[in-house]
């Protein structure tokens, strides 16, 4: 069982900078592909970037590529999402999620969730 716990949201002015932190718990964390998915009202939760277990693939949607950047720590077990010139369609619930081995971009294909973190960018 693996929990995630995300922190680092908030309001932003447009073009500022946030950085968010996921937190998972567990042993094997190295194991796990992680991800950043967003979602907005109404929407459905849209992939925004991923990690492999090494650290060393990342993958982006292109609407964030270039501003945002996804690294990990495997030795603190989190996972990071840097986000850099920020834009008011960046405003969503941000959620963390785990994959054992494998790069997938849909939500339900996912082993684990966090709870989310709200980032608001006003413009």
């Known amino acids: 069982q693996v929990q995630l716990v995300e922190s680092g949201g908030g309001l932003v002015q447009a073009g500022g900078s946030l950085r968010l932190s996921c937190a998972a718990s567990?042993?094997?964390?190295?194991?796990?592909?992680m991800g950043w998915f967003r979602q907005t009202p109404g929407k459905e939760h849209e992939f925004v970037a991923g990690?492999?277990?090494?650290?060393?693939?990342?993958y982006y949607a292109d609407s964030v590529k270039g501003r945002f950047t996804i690294s990990r720590d495997n030795a603190k077990n989190t996972v990071y999402l840097q986000m850099n010139s920020l834009k008011p369609e960046d405003t969503a619930a941000y959620y963390c999620?785990?994959?054992?081995?494998?790069?997938?971009?849909?939500?339900?294909?996912?082993?684990?969730w966090g709870q989310g973190t709200q980032v608001t960018v006003s413009s």
């Open positions: 999620t785990a994959k054992q081995w494998a790069v997938v971009r849909s939500w339900n294909a996912m082993d684990y």
């Open positions: 567990g042993r094997t964390f190295s194991h796990y592909v």
């Open positions: 990690i492999s277990g090494s650290g060393g693939t990342t």
